[in-house]
């Protein structure tokens, strides 16, 4: 089956410490996003990426980057710059070009230990 | 003021009951989105419409592109359909999204 995968389910993280979430979809999408969800607040876009090896800063960048050596892969890593990382994490793809849908992930929770 | 409002922001039925969840924005858009998220978090896509309104088993989706408004009707509600219903709208000339705050729905059995 087609889809988004999104690991791990769980993270944690310790102070100053860097961590990657991955995310992998198989449905031959162009664009790939990542979002953030905090309680209350809508999903706010972090980076996208609408061809491989270029990316762009979404409105709140700052203390993340992400990668996009293969269409199949969008890899976001939350650094230690990011000095309130504990959220919900979501990542979705699309196919570029008119009104296409974005498909979700299941999505990764990051806790501060 | 959110460019995308969602109301209600909970919302309690008995099952059996006809739903109905707004979403108005206030930018130019070229689609709007309806998705549904579950308790452990993964969003799936509803319905993603541009005029008029489209239709899937209960669910209904119109929007309104004059009043930039959408609404979102499940008729028949069932305990399953308890989640997090959010509005999303794509930017007019951008693949950008911006996202409701999500209305909360339970329906009791």
């Known amino acids: 089956d087609g889809g988004i995968t999104q690991s791990p389910k769980y993270l944690f993280r310790k102070e100053g410490q860097n961590v990657t979430l991955s995310c992998e979809q198989n449905?031959?999408?162009?664009?790939m996003y990542w979002y953030r969800q905090d309680p209350g607040q809508g999903l706010r876009l972090i980076y996208y990426?609408?061809?491989?090896?270029?990316?762009q800063k979404g409105d709140i960048a700052e203390g993340y980057s992400v990668s996009r050596e293969k269409k199949e892969s969008f890899p976001l890593t939350v650094t230690s710059a990011q000095k309130n990382p504990t959220a919900f994490y979501l990542c979705?793809?699309?196919?570029?070009?008119?009104?296409?849908?974005?498909?979700f992930g299941d999505g990764t929770r990051l806790s501060i230990l | 003021k959110n460019e995308v409002e969602q109301s209600p922001q909970n919302l309690t039925a008995q099952e059996g009951e006809f739903i109905t969840i707004n979403c108005s924005y206030s930018?130019?858009?070229?689609?709007l989105h309806w998705l549904q998220q579950h308790p452990g978090g993964g969003i799936v896509s509803l319905f993603m419409?541009?005029?008029g309104k489209k239709k899937h088993g209960r669910l209904i989706a119109t929007i309104n592109i004059q009043e930039k408004h959408s609404s979102l009707h499940i008729t028949a509600s069932h305990p399953r359909d308890s989640a997090v219903y959010i509005c999303?709208?794509?930017?007019?000339?951008?693949?950008?999204?911006?996202f409701g705050t999500g209305t909360r729905l339970k329906v009791l059995a």
């Open positions: 979705a793809s699309s196919f570029n070009g008119g009104n296409q849908p974005q498909h």
């Open positions: 419409l541009s005029s």
């Open positions: 990426s609408q061809i491989v090896n270029d990316f």
């Open positions: 449905l031959n999408h162009d664009a």
């Open positions: 930018v130019g858009i070229s689609a």
């Open positions: 999303a709208v794509r930017t007019s000339g951008t693949y950008k999204y911006i």
